[in-house]
């Protein structure tokens, strides 16, 4: 039961969130998240991966399955300072580097080849997935 909570919890955030592009405060507040770790997929444009950290609350980690764009995040974030509270790496497009129940908040424009049971595996009790 908890786990179609959950889905449906997940469901809801994705079909909101797709009406509309928003800032990372505004996926912030959205998501009602207060801190911990938040991971943005898709993070050729390290502006909303860096919009996500809004203070010493969050850990944010950026995924991308280009590396180009992941050394152009990295260099952004270097740049403002952010190295380290904020962070990118490459991931192979499918397998959430992650345990189980580690992700506060899960940020995509698109899962592309994750598959929602792969969010729902890396998402802490509580956690938000806005896609």
Avoid: W
């Amino acid at each position: 039961m908890k786990r179609i909570l959950s889905l449906t919890a997940l469901l809801l955030t994705f079909f909101t969130s797709m009406t509309q592009a928003q800032t990372g405060p505004e996926i912030l507040e959205s998501s009602g998240v207060q801190g911990g770790l938040v991971v943005h997929l898709g993070c050729n444009d390290a502006e909303l991966t860096v919009a996500l950290r809004a203070n010493d609350s969050y850990l944010v980690h950026g995924l991308d399955t280009d590396p180009d764009q992941v050394a152009a995040a990295r260099e952004q974030i270097q740049e403002l300072g952010l190295s380290g509270p904020v962070s990118v790496s490459t991931f192979d497009g499918e397998h959430l580097p992650y345990v189980d129940n580690l992700v506060n908040l899960l940020v995509a424009e698109e899962l592309d080849n994750v598959t929602v049971d792969e969010v729902m595996r890396v998402l802490a009790p509580q956690g938000v997935a806005y896609i």
